[in-house]
């Protein structure tokens, strides 16, 4: 069982420059997260979803874009990537009723922007 | 709107004395609680987590946490410390209606000495 899996795990972007990040879980659950961590700080949403067809925005949306066309897959769209992007994300999913509500988290990716 | 504090950046214990580190929250309805730990470099762990029941919670290498309702409160705890308890601890909190996006604390640095 894999879990969540996010790639890549490394990616070094040039200011401007646009990329997606993978993320898929093999659980069935109906919530995916997304959320970027800065050095020595907690985590801050970035876009979540309820389901297939349905995403909303986090506490810092801006500059980034989702989708979820399946259960499965969650990827993150980043366009004109900014210095102030350079974090590392991490992808999440949890189930909906109570005994599945525990978020389970891919490895990271680790992005610098330059 | 939904927020978790942890309100020590930083709690220090030595091995086998007992640990605590704090986190209150605040949620439109009944709160699902988590806690999960991060060690150098890697994802979130699930530790344990609260959703209805007993107010006392048993979780993952001996972890334990206590619900309060009237003080809003989910403490982690654990017996006595081990120096491989050293980690990040986030606090998390998530509604059991409307908004359901999953809120972190901004983490407690727990530092055991041998």
């Known amino acids: 069982n894999a879990g969540v899996t996010q790639t890549p795990k490394f990616r070094i972007l040039k200011i401007g420059q646009s990329m997606t990040l993978q993320c898929t879980q093999d659980?069935?659950?109906?919530?995916m997260y997304w959320y970027r961590q800065d050095p020595g700080m907690g985590l801050k949403l970035i876009y979540y979803?309820?389901?297939?067809?349905?995403?909303d925005k986090g506490e810092v949306p801006n500059g980034y874009n989702v989708s979820r066309s399946t259960t499965e897959d969650f990827p993150l769209r980043l366009e004109l990537a900014a210095p102030s992007q350079t974090s590392v994300y991490f992808c999440a999913s949890s189930g909906l009723i109570e005994r599945d509500t525990e978020a389970f988290f891919g490895q990271g990716t680790r992005l610098t922007v330059v | 709107a939904q927020s978790v504090a942890q309100p020590e950046d930083q709690v220090n214990v030595a091995e086998g004395n007992p640990l605590t580190v704090k986190c209150t929250y605040s949620v439109s309805g009944n709160p699902y609680l988590f806690w999960y730990v991060q060690y150098p470099n890697r994802g979130l762990q699930f530790l344990l987590k609260?959703?209805?029941?007993?107010?006392l919670v048993k979780g993952s290498y001996g972890f334990e946490a206590e619900f309060n309702k009237s003080q809003t409160s989910f403490h982690l705890k654990k017996p006595s410390a081990l120096v491989s308890d050293s980690a990040l601890y986030f606090c998390a909190v998530r509604g059991n209606t409307g908004r359901r996006a999953l809120t972190f604390g901004s983490g407690t640095r727990l530092q055991v000495q041998p």
């Open positions: 659980m069935n659950h109906n919530y």
């Open positions: 609260y959703i209805t029941g007993d107010n």
């Open positions: 979803s309820v389901g297939a067809g349905i995403t």
